[in-house]
């Protein structure tokens, strides 16, 4: 009879629920609310034809890599492509801290860095951000180099605070710790203090973007690491050969091959997220101190409010899908009647 059992990092884990429902209106993912244009959807279709599906995918993603390149200004050499940020943060973790290491994440963050660094039995520190959810760069850097810490890992802009660090505040992490920091610019098309371009001039940079959200390809998973050939190197070695399948290879070399349709894009997003922000801020004139409006440089505006989860049942009730963390409430931005629908039901249950 076998005694076999899940050893104690695994055995309490439950896989990952996102909401479930048939929602009206979704605003609880961060997805883009745009679809692809027909003529890019159509050069993608004719993509699929020339798929040699008996065959493998190309390992290092050759193609797609040389496209987002061009479209981010860097060199395609200190790309390596994923099957989505998340594996690629898998990868990092997995291969560059060895059982024991110290990893250092913030609070709140994304939550799936510190859901990582316990698989790889890393010990965690988190930082915990000030009251208004901003971020302690001396206090970061003190305790990085306190801990010894092998890994700093954050986003910027962060997810779910929709709040970032400058430049020169990332500029001045990097340079003042021996731990390796992970940049997480998951949303950093919707802003314009994005370190990409620097990652040759450090030996401790990693910068991690995504198609998830800007880029309107949430169902492909495919995300990019950016760093120096050092890095590049050891990540291209340690990730899965065949990691990003020639689907979504060749789906991703045909939309970014379309830069001014992509920053259209953006600035559409951008644009709803101002327009739901200002919706906001007239609905909190109407009722003084009903909940605290953050601002924003993502795609995606957060709210303070002492029944968040109420506000979040009516709202469901109402066929709208939003993010309930605690008591805020995490809100994508989205088309014009989408946000109109939500500040509407939103006005009438405050």
């Not at 709210?303 to 409430?329: N, P, Q, W």
């Amino acid at each position: 009879m076998s005694l076999y059992q899940l050893n104690s990092k695994i055995k309490d884990l439950t896989p990952y629920e996102p909401l479930e429902g048939d929602f009206r209106i979704r605003l609880d993912a961060n997805e883009s609310f745009l679809s692809l244009p027909t003529n890019v959807m159509s050069k993608m279709m004719d993509s699929f034809a020339y798929t040699a599906f008996n065959r493998y995918p190309d390992p290092l993603a050759v193609d797609v890599c040389r496209v987002f390149a061009q479209y981010y200004g860097i060199r395609p050499e200190n790309v390596t492509a994923g099957n989505g940020s998340d594996e690629l943060i898998s990868v990092l973790m997995t291969a560059f801290l060895m059982k024991g290491d110290t990893v250092l994440t913030l609070s709140p963050d994304f939550t799936m860095y510190r859901f990582y660094s316990s698989l790889v039995e890393a010990q965690c520190v988190e930082v915990v951000k000030k009251s208004d959810l901003t971020i302690d760069v001396e206090e970061l850097i003190s305790v990085a180099n306190q801990t010894g810490a092998k890994m700093i890992l954050f986003s910027n802009p962060c997810n779910p605070t929709s709040l970032g660090l400058s430049r020169e505040q990332v500029r001045k992490i990097i340079r003042s710790v021996s731990a390796l920091v992970i940049l997480d610019e998951a949303y950093m098309d919707f802003w314009d203090q994005s370190l990409i371009q620097e990652t040759e001039q450090y030996d401790n940079l990693v910068v991690l973007r995504t198609c998830s959200k800007a880029i309107s390809l949430a169902a492909l998973r495919l995300g990019f690491a950016v760093a120096n050939q050092t890095i590049t190197a050891a990540m291209q070695a340690v990730k899965s050969p065949y990691n990003v399948n020639s689907v979504t290879q060749n789906a991703g070399a045909v939309v970014l091959s379309y830069p001014k349709m992509l920053d259209r894009s953006i600035e559409k997003i951008i644009d709803s997220r101002k327009a739901l922000s200002q919706g906001l801020q007239r609905l909190l004139e109407k009722n003084p101190g009903r909940f605290l409006l953050y601002p924003s440089c993502t795609n995606f505006v957060l709210l303070r409010l002492s029944d968040a989860r109420h506000v979040y049942e009516k709202l469901l009730t109402e066929g709208i899908a939003v993010r309930l963390m605690g008591d805020f409430l995490r809100i994508t931005a989205g088309s014009s009647a989408e946000n109109l629908d939500l500040l509407t039901a939103l006005e009438q249950i405050l």
